[in-house]
């Protein structure tokens, strides 16, 4: 029996260009940095790469896929009468730029052995609050873009700085003046506020439920604590140029827990300065 039944899971692999395979529903499409929503009948459970994933009362559940995510992805829906629901995600695969940033006090490109200890215990508590699974949806009503201006900084580039190569830069540059209020993206709950994180400066975490959490750096002003509950578009802290930094902007950055997601797909094309100010 359990061979047969293994066999007729193997063909219900469905591709997900039909949207709708078996019994659960996902929308958006599924593309390096993105994610997308599922929907499945309540009380089915959801599997994804081997990791059992929360789903709401109502049966959403989220799926964030990571910079280089594989093109093919697998997922596990096990329904609560004993049926089985398998599907492939095909990931639409990008390239990424190369960007050079020259100018960066050669310390915090490379760090002494007493940095590399802070630089450490730093990267723990952002490990710490990233790895959080709230029952909270605040992430389905959408982001909009916490600061209105040019975008300095794009997902994904690789990065030479000060002419040495380093790591993918993994969320947004919006430049900004100084002292420009950062507005919550999504509703949530701080998860983390540091006043000066050696690489990311004046730095505060939004948990959006379900894995998915924001990050703001370089922030010359804190205007919240951990804990707190903030809405959407509410004023958390003020634009500088804290921690590794050549002038002041926002870098945001998208988690879907330890995956950096591109904010770029979540909040769409930059609103006109016209717009910010009305808002
Ligand atoms: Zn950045």
Not at 25 to 38: A, C, D, K, T
């Amino acid at each position: 029996m359990r061979a047969r039944l293994a066999v007729v899971v193997v063909g219900l692999w469905a591709s997900l260009d039909a949207a709708v395979g078996g019994e659960s529903i996902i929308s958006g499409e599924p593309m390096q940095g993105g994610l997308v929503h599922g929907r499945v009948s309540p009380g089915a459970q959801v599997w994804y790469e081997g990791r059992k994933l929360r789903v709401s009362q109502r049966g959403q559940f989220v799926i964030g896929f990571g910079r280089n995510e594989a093109p093919i992805t697998k997922l596990d829906i096990r329904y609560p009468g004993g049926s089985r629901e398998q599907r492939q995600l095909n990931v639409a695969q990008r390239e990424y730029d190369i960007q050079r940033i020259d100018g960066l006090p050669p310390r915090k490109v490379e760090p002494t052995a007493k940095d590399l200890v802070r630089i450490r215990q730093e990267a723990a508590l952002i490990k710490t609050a990233r790895r959080r699974d709230s029952a909270d949806t605040d992430f389905l009503l959408g982001f909009t873009w916490p600061v209105v201006g040019q975008i300095s900084g794009v997902y994904g580039s690789q990065r030479v700085l000060n002419g040495k190569p380093r790591r993918p830069h993994y969320g947004v540059d919006v430049a900004a003046r100084a002292g420009t209020p950062v507005r919550a993206p999504a509703s949530g709950v701080v998860s983390l506020v540091h006043r000066d994180m050696y690489f990311t400066g004046g730095t505060i975490i939004i948990d959006h439920g379900h894995g998915l959490s924001s990050v703001f750096s370089h922030l010359s002003e804190v205007h919240v604590r951990e804990r707190q509950r903030v809405a959407r578009a509410e004023t958390i802290a003020k634009v500088g140029a804290t921690g590794r930094a050549t002038g002041p902007h926002l870098h945001w950055g998208v988690n879907w827990f330890e995956r950096r997601l591109d904010p770029q797909l979540m909040a769409g094309p930059m609103p006109t300065a016209a717009k910010q100010n009305s808002r």
